[in-house]
């Protein structure tokens, strides 16, 4: 079974800079595609950045231009790159791996706050 573990998030200003990380406990090469997700408590998960395998990538339309998803394999991990982030941003982030099997593996969610 694949666990994550997620890395970064935290407090930030509206306009700045955060990092996140996703490694996977396994190779990625059981891995078709891994990508994060955001929620508010109440509400349905949104996709928010996903990469395949074949390094193609699939962004949310609201952080299209601030935010970019890339890929380590030799790492098995997955990072975000978030700029210019709005106060709307702030929300728990999840990773996801998709398996080739179909099956979703979560990790536990990181905060993300965004405010002056």
């Known amino acids: 079974q694949v666990q994550l573990v997620e890395s970064g998030g935290g407090l930030v200003q509206p306009g700045g800079s955060l990092s996140l990380s996703c490694t996977a406990s396994r190779t990625v090469f059981s891995i078709w595609r891994m990508g994060w997700y955001r929620q508010v408590p109440g509400k349905q998960r949104e996709l928010v950045a996903t990469?395949?395998?074949?390094?193609?990538?699939n962004y949310a339309d609201f952080v299209k231009g601030r935010f970019t998803i890339s890929r380590d394999n030799a790492e098995n991990t997955v990072h975000l790159q978030m700029n210019n982030l709005k106060p709307e941003d702030t929300d728990v982030y999840y990773c996801?791996?998709?398996?080739?099997?179909?099956?979703?593996?979560w990790g536990q969610g990181t905060q993300v706050t965004v405010s002056s």
């Open positions: 996801n791996a998709r398996l080739y099997s179909s099956i979703d593996v």
């Open positions: 990469i395949n395998a074949g390094g193609i990538t």
